[in-house]
């Protein structure tokens, strides 16, 4: 690996990239993140007994102070068992609506780096969804829930471990760590101005995702992420042996590439 590292920054300022799932590598405009919304406010009502008007609210406050509503619940309390509230809140969502996407998977195929799912939703959802996609042999690596919270199922109590998930900085360093990645070569896309923010105080190079401008802690936007190629050329820089870095496909050929190359070639 540090072999492969080093031969890919010698040509690219990148050698692993971290790609955030949900909403960053499939549009929202699936329905899938509003599916889940509704799920976990059925979860709300019909396993911890809130009432209804209230669990849409109760739920983004959640979100807003602990990062998930199964985070919150835990840390006030609630013995919610973590595989029980992914298969309700991950169980009903309809997979079906995500299509495989040819384009994402040329693209992903032509990146020569590491690349790595991180995201907050449990192994099996991800599963599923890079499945739909057609794009899970493009990673080799999947840092999930379970990757950051592996001794939930030990607990004696809600609030023994703190559920850990982004933007938390512990995640994100987790993160690193499982994937012994060095910060300040990797790029981290995400949908979330938080995470990205976490991201960057931690040292990593940031692509926020779903947005034309940047903020203050992204180093690059984007409002979709097959525009990776046009927005970040570097990812595809190769080595020169004067000062000066060559790219060493054009553009239209990489465009090329990634609209007429069979899927599975």
């Not at 995702?209 to 050329?233: C, F």
């Amino acid at each position: 690996m540090d072999s492969f590292c080093k031969s890919v920054r010698d040509s690219s300022p990148f050698d692993s990239i971290i790609f955030d799932l949900d909403d960053t590598l499939y549009s929202s405009k699936t329905g899938i993140g509003e599916a889940t919304k509704r799920n976990i406010d059925d979860f709300l009502v019909e396993k911890c007994g809130f009432p209804k008007p209230k669990a849409s609210t109760l739920r983004s406050e959640l979100f807003k102070t602990y990062g998930s509503s199964l985070a919150g619940l835990r840390a006030l309390g609630y013995d919610i068992d973590a595989d029980d509230y992914h298969s309700f809140v991950h169980g009903r969502l309809p997979y079906d609506v995500i299509r495989p996407d040819p384009q994402l998977r040329n693209l992903l195929r032509s990146i020569n780096q590491r690349k790595i799912i991180f995201t907050n939703s449990d192994e099996n959802h991800a599963m599923k969804v890079l499945d739909r996609i057609g794009i899970k042999d493009c990673f080799e690596q999947i840092i999930c829930f379970e990757t950051m919270n592996p001794n939930l199922s030990k607990s004696s109590r809600p609030d023994e471990f703190p559920v850990i998930l982004k933007p938390s900085l512990d995640a994100i360093n987790i993160a690193i760590d499982v994937a012994e990645v060095d910060p300040r070569h990797t790029l981290f896309l995400d949908d979330n101005v938080r995470n990205i923010a976490a991201g960057k105080a931690v040292g990593l190079r940031t692509v926020l995702v779903g947005k034309s401008v940047k903020t203050k802690e992204a180093d690059y936007a984007l409002e979709d992420v097959h525009n990776m190629v046009q927005a970040i050329p570097e990812i595809w820089i190769s080595g020169a042996k004067d000062e000066q870095r060559k790219i060493s496909r054009t553009r239209s050929e990489i465009d090329s590439a990634l609209t007429t190359a069979p899927v599975g070639a």
